[in-house]
Protein backbone atom coordinates (compact mmCIF):
# COMPACT_ATOMS: atom_id res chain seq x y z
CA UNK A 1 0.00 0.00 0.00
CA UNK A 2 1.33 3.12 -0.86
CA UNK A 3 -1.54 5.87 0.45
CA UNK A 4 -0.83 9.58 0.10
CA UNK A 5 -2.81 12.76 0.59
CA UNK A 6 -2.96 15.13 -1.91
CA UNK A 7 -4.18 18.40 -2.75
CA UNK A 8 -7.26 18.21 -4.95
CA UNK A 9 -5.84 20.07 -8.35
CA UNK A 10 -6.79 23.59 -7.83
CA UNK A 11 -9.54 23.45 -5.12
CA UNK A 12 -7.61 25.82 -2.43
CA UNK A 13 -7.44 23.36 0.78
CA UNK A 14 -9.32 20.38 -0.21
CA UNK A 15 -7.48 16.86 -0.07
CA UNK A 16 -7.93 13.48 -1.62
CA UNK A 17 -7.00 9.98 0.02
CA UNK A 18 -5.04 7.74 -2.82
CA UNK A 19 -3.02 4.71 -3.23
CA UNK A 20 -0.84 4.58 -5.93
CA UNK A 21 -1.12 0.66 -6.32
CA UNK A 22 -4.81 1.20 -6.90
CA UNK A 23 -5.65 4.51 -9.07
CA UNK A 24 -5.28 8.03 -8.95
CA UNK A 25 -8.73 10.00 -9.42
CA UNK A 26 -9.20 11.22 -13.32
CA UNK A 27 -9.70 14.28 -15.08
CA UNK A 28 -12.97 13.07 -15.33
CA UNK A 29 -13.57 13.63 -11.98
CA UNK A 30 -13.34 17.03 -12.39
CA UNK A 31 -14.99 17.40 -15.46
CA UNK A 32 -18.27 15.71 -15.26
CA UNK A 33 -18.92 17.57 -12.18
CA UNK A 34 -18.42 21.37 -13.73
CA UNK A 35 -21.03 19.90 -16.52
CA UNK A 36 -23.66 18.97 -14.70
CA UNK A 37 -26.58 21.14 -13.88
CA UNK A 38 -27.23 22.18 -10.38
CA UNK A 39 -30.44 23.64 -9.49
CA UNK A 40 -30.76 25.94 -6.93
CA UNK A 41 -32.53 24.83 -3.76
CA UNK A 42 -32.09 21.79 -1.49
CA UNK A 43 -31.00 18.72 -4.06
CA UNK A 44 -30.26 15.47 -3.44
CA UNK A 45 -27.48 13.92 -5.32
CA UNK A 46 -25.90 9.87 -5.87
CA UNK A 47 -22.84 9.52 -6.97
CA UNK A 48 -22.44 5.58 -8.50
CA UNK A 49 -18.82 4.37 -8.52
CA UNK A 50 -17.47 7.08 -6.21
CA UNK A 51 -13.95 5.85 -5.88
CA UNK A 52 -11.88 7.79 -3.74
CA UNK A 53 -14.65 10.45 -3.78
CA UNK A 54 -13.54 13.34 -6.01
CA UNK A 55 -16.83 13.76 -7.80
CA UNK A 56 -18.72 14.23 -4.53
CA UNK A 57 -16.24 16.31 -3.05
CA UNK A 58 -16.01 18.45 -6.20
CA UNK A 59 -19.73 18.75 -6.26
CA UNK A 60 -19.53 19.89 -2.52
CA UNK A 61 -18.18 23.18 -3.88
CA UNK A 62 -20.91 23.97 -6.39
CA UNK A 63 -23.50 23.27 -4.27
CA UNK A 64 -24.89 22.90 -0.61
CA UNK A 65 -27.33 19.57 -1.37
CA UNK A 66 -26.44 16.62 0.44
CA UNK A 67 -24.67 14.43 -1.64
CA UNK A 68 -24.47 10.16 -1.35
CA UNK A 69 -21.27 7.94 -2.69
CA UNK A 70 -21.52 4.49 -3.56
CA UNK A 71 -18.65 2.53 -3.87
CA UNK A 72 -18.31 -1.41 -3.83
CA UNK A 73 -14.63 -2.00 -3.41
CA UNK A 74 -13.61 -2.16 0.51
CA UNK A 75 -10.26 -0.88 0.26
CA UNK A 76 -11.30 2.05 -1.97
CA UNK A 77 -14.17 3.02 0.07
CA UNK A 78 -11.67 3.70 2.83
CA UNK A 79 -10.09 6.08 1.13
CA UNK A 80 -13.36 7.89 0.31
CA UNK A 81 -13.89 7.83 4.12
CA UNK A 82 -10.78 9.32 4.78
CA UNK A 83 -10.87 11.75 2.12
CA UNK A 84 -14.34 13.03 3.48
CA UNK A 85 -13.46 13.55 6.96
CA UNK A 86 -10.17 14.89 6.35
CA UNK A 87 -12.01 17.75 4.11
CA UNK A 88 -14.47 17.73 7.09
CA UNK A 89 -17.62 16.96 5.31
CA UNK A 90 -19.06 14.65 7.03
CA UNK A 91 -22.06 16.54 7.48
CA UNK A 92 -22.30 17.07 3.87
CA UNK A 93 -21.31 13.21 2.34
CA UNK A 94 -22.62 10.10 3.09
CA UNK A 95 -21.00 6.86 2.01
CA UNK A 96 -22.02 3.26 1.35
CA UNK A 97 -19.50 0.27 0.93
CA UNK A 98 -22.06 -1.75 -1.28
CA UNK A 99 -22.77 -3.06 -4.71
CA UNK A 100 -24.24 0.28 -6.45
CA UNK A 101 -27.53 -2.38 -8.04
CA UNK A 102 -29.04 -2.74 -4.28
CA UNK A 103 -29.00 0.88 -3.72
CA UNK A 104 -32.59 0.62 -4.57
CA UNK A 105 -33.35 -1.04 -1.44
CA UNK A 106 -31.98 1.62 0.80
CA UNK A 107 -33.79 4.38 -0.88
CA UNK A 108 -37.31 4.96 -2.38
CA UNK A 109 -38.20 5.62 -6.20
CA UNK A 110 -37.77 8.61 -7.00
CA UNK A 111 -35.63 9.81 -4.46
CA UNK A 112 -33.05 12.25 -6.12
CA UNK A 113 -32.60 14.89 -8.29
CA UNK A 114 -29.36 14.21 -9.94
CA UNK A 115 -27.15 10.49 -10.01
CA UNK A 116 -23.51 11.06 -11.31
CA UNK A 117 -21.24 8.28 -12.38
CA UNK A 118 -18.12 7.61 -14.11
CA UNK A 119 -18.30 4.30 -14.72
CA UNK A 120 -15.86 1.30 -15.84
CA UNK A 121 -15.27 1.98 -19.26
CA UNK A 122 -15.03 -1.37 -20.90
CA UNK A 123 -17.01 -4.83 -21.69
CA UNK A 124 -16.39 -7.79 -20.09
CA UNK A 125 -16.67 -11.08 -20.74
CA UNK A 126 -14.39 -14.41 -20.80
CA UNK A 127 -12.09 -13.22 -23.15
CA UNK A 128 -11.74 -9.79 -21.99
CA UNK A 129 -7.59 -8.99 -20.94
CA UNK A 130 -8.01 -7.48 -17.33
CA UNK A 131 -5.69 -5.76 -15.17
CA UNK A 132 -4.33 -8.46 -12.66
CA UNK A 133 -4.96 -5.74 -10.01
CA UNK A 134 -8.34 -6.50 -8.94
CA UNK A 135 -9.00 -3.22 -7.92
CA UNK A 136 -8.03 -1.93 -10.93
CA UNK A 137 -9.91 -4.60 -12.85
CA UNK A 138 -12.92 -3.44 -11.56
CA UNK A 139 -12.94 0.01 -11.67
CA UNK A 140 -11.88 -0.32 -15.35
CA UNK A 141 -14.39 -3.01 -16.73
CA UNK A 142 -17.52 -4.02 -16.32
CA UNK A 143 -17.44 -6.73 -14.10
CA UNK A 144 -19.92 -5.69 -11.26
CA UNK A 145 -21.70 -3.17 -12.93
CA UNK A 146 -22.39 -1.88 -16.64
CA UNK A 147 -24.62 0.40 -18.80
CA UNK A 148 -27.64 -1.58 -18.02
CA UNK A 149 -27.19 -1.79 -14.43
CA UNK A 150 -26.72 2.48 -14.02
CA UNK A 151 -29.92 3.32 -16.49
CA UNK A 152 -32.01 0.57 -14.75
CA UNK A 153 -31.06 2.53 -10.85
CA UNK A 154 -31.15 5.97 -12.35
CA UNK A 155 -34.82 5.31 -13.88
CA UNK A 156 -35.71 3.96 -10.22
CA UNK A 157 -34.13 6.81 -8.00
CA UNK A 158 -34.49 9.95 -10.05
CA UNK A 159 -37.41 12.28 -9.37
CA UNK A 160 -39.40 12.77 -12.86
CA UNK A 161 -37.28 15.15 -14.77
CA UNK A 162 -34.51 14.52 -12.54
CA UNK A 163 -30.88 14.18 -14.51
CA UNK A 164 -28.10 11.75 -14.91
CA UNK A 165 -24.85 12.81 -16.01
CA UNK A 166 -22.14 10.26 -17.01
CA UNK A 167 -18.73 10.52 -18.31
CA UNK A 168 -17.80 7.48 -20.94
CA UNK A 169 -15.52 6.44 -24.19
CA UNK A 170 -17.24 7.63 -27.16
CA UNK A 171 -16.94 4.94 -28.94
CA UNK A 172 -20.12 3.63 -27.22
CA UNK A 173 -22.07 6.55 -27.55
CA UNK A 174 -24.48 4.70 -30.05
CA UNK A 175 -24.90 2.07 -27.36
CA UNK A 176 -24.66 4.39 -24.21
CA UNK A 177 -28.17 6.42 -25.82
CA UNK A 178 -29.48 3.17 -26.99
CA UNK A 179 -29.30 1.67 -23.13
CA UNK A 180 -30.60 5.03 -21.65
CA UNK A 181 -33.55 5.70 -23.77
CA UNK A 182 -34.83 1.93 -23.07
CA UNK A 183 -34.89 2.78 -19.78
CA UNK A 184 -36.73 6.09 -20.65
CA UNK A 185 -33.74 8.29 -19.85
CA UNK A 186 -34.05 10.81 -23.06
CA UNK A 187 -30.15 12.27 -23.86
CA UNK A 188 -30.96 16.21 -23.20
CA UNK A 189 -27.17 17.63 -23.45
CA UNK A 190 -23.92 16.20 -24.95
CA UNK A 191 -20.36 16.82 -24.75
CA UNK A 192 -17.46 15.48 -26.92
CA UNK A 193 -14.10 15.52 -25.10
CA UNK A 194 -10.89 15.78 -27.02
CA UNK A 195 -7.41 15.20 -25.86
CA UNK A 196 -5.77 17.66 -28.02
CA UNK A 197 -7.20 20.18 -31.13
CA UNK A 198 -6.88 18.19 -34.75
CA UNK A 199 -7.38 14.72 -32.53
CA UNK A 200 -10.48 12.58 -32.56
CA UNK A 201 -12.70 12.68 -29.36
CA UNK A 202 -12.33 10.06 -26.58
CA UNK A 203 -14.56 10.78 -24.02
CA UNK A 204 -17.76 12.47 -23.72
CA UNK A 205 -20.41 13.95 -21.63
CA UNK A 206 -23.90 12.83 -21.36
CA UNK A 207 -26.91 14.80 -19.22
CA UNK A 208 -30.19 12.42 -19.58
CA UNK A 209 -33.42 13.12 -18.05
CA UNK A 210 -35.63 10.86 -16.70
CA UNK A 211 -39.35 11.01 -18.77
CA UNK A 212 -37.44 14.07 -20.68
CA UNK A 213 -39.03 15.62 -23.56
CA UNK A 214 -36.88 14.52 -26.87
CA UNK A 215 -34.77 17.38 -27.99
CA UNK A 216 -30.41 17.23 -27.74
CA UNK A 217 -28.44 20.04 -27.51
CA UNK A 218 -24.91 19.32 -28.49
CA UNK A 219 -22.28 20.97 -26.96
CA UNK A 220 -18.85 22.84 -27.95
CA UNK A 221 -16.14 20.48 -28.00
CA UNK A 222 -14.19 20.25 -25.18
CA UNK A 223 -10.45 20.47 -25.92
CA UNK A 224 -8.22 19.41 -23.00
CA UNK A 225 -4.71 19.71 -23.47
CA UNK A 226 -2.82 22.46 -25.68
CA UNK A 227 -0.02 20.87 -28.14
CA UNK A 228 2.65 21.21 -25.19
CA UNK A 229 0.64 18.89 -23.10
CA UNK A 230 -0.24 21.88 -21.04
CA UNK A 231 -4.77 21.94 -19.77
CA UNK A 232 -6.49 24.43 -21.78
CA UNK A 233 -7.35 27.67 -20.24
CA UNK A 234 -11.05 25.65 -20.23
CA UNK A 235 -9.93 23.08 -18.45
CA UNK A 236 -7.66 25.41 -16.23
CA UNK A 237 -11.13 27.24 -15.14
CA UNK A 238 -12.86 24.23 -14.29
CA UNK A 239 -9.62 23.93 -11.51
CA UNK A 240 -10.76 26.85 -9.98
CA UNK A 241 -13.07 26.48 -6.40
Known sequence: MTKVINDLVGYDKLKIVQD?????????SILLPRFCVLKPGNNKILDLCTGNGPIPIVLSTLT???????????EVYKLAVETVKI????????LYNMDAKDIINIYPTDSFDLITCNPPYFRYDDNSNINDNKVKSIAR???TINLD?????????????????LVHRTDRLSEIICTLEKHNLEVKRLRLIYPKDGEESNLVLIDARKNGNTGLKVLSPLVCHNNDGSYTDEVLRMFER
Open 20 to 28: NDYFNFSLE
Open 149 to 165: NIALIARKLLKNNGSLC
Open 64 to 74: DSQIIGVEIQE
Open 141 to 143: HEI
Open 87 to 94: NHLEDRIK
